[in-house]
């Protein structure tokens, strides 16, 4: 069956760094764009970073420009996202997404989610 399966998450101090790893199964990853996602309590959940199918492009939200990086490694089916000077504005739970259009069907699938906390 499908997984996505996040880690790496934890506490860290402002100005922090933490990878964050989602493993994935199940699924044809190299065909998926692959998006991170984060969630602060009582606030809706926003895209941080997205990247394509073969890595080639990437996009961020302007909140982590500079900051996060976002990337593949297809033969591992294992998407990651490298948070660097973390602000405690970035606490929040982060889900990995993978998305998929082929033969008019959308295929859409996400991670349990990792808590990121960032405190000093």
């Known amino acids: 069956q499908v997984q996505l399966v996040e880690s790496g998450g934890g506490l860290v101090q402002p100005g922090g760094s933490v990878r964050l790893s989602c493993a994935a199964s199940?699924?044809?990853?190299?065909?998926?764009?692959m998006r991170w996602y984060r969630q602060a309590p009582g606030k809706e959940r926003e895209l941080v970073a997205a990247?394509?199918?073969?890595?080639?492009?990437?996009n961020y939200a302007d909140s982590v420009k500079g900051r996060f990086t976002i990337s593949r490694d297809n033969a591992k089916n294992t998407v990651y996202l490298q948070m660097n000077s973390l602000k405690p504005e970035d606490t929040a739970v982060y889900y990995c997404?993978?998305?998929?259009?082929?033969?008019?069907?959308?295929?859409?699938?996400w991670g349990q989610g990792t808590q990121v906390t960032v405190s000093s």
């Open positions: 199940g699924f044809t990853f190299s065909r998926y764009v």
């Open positions: 990247i394509t199918s073969a890595g080639g492009t990437t």
């Open positions: 997404n993978a998305v998929h259009t082929g033969w008019g069907k959308a295929y859409n699938y």
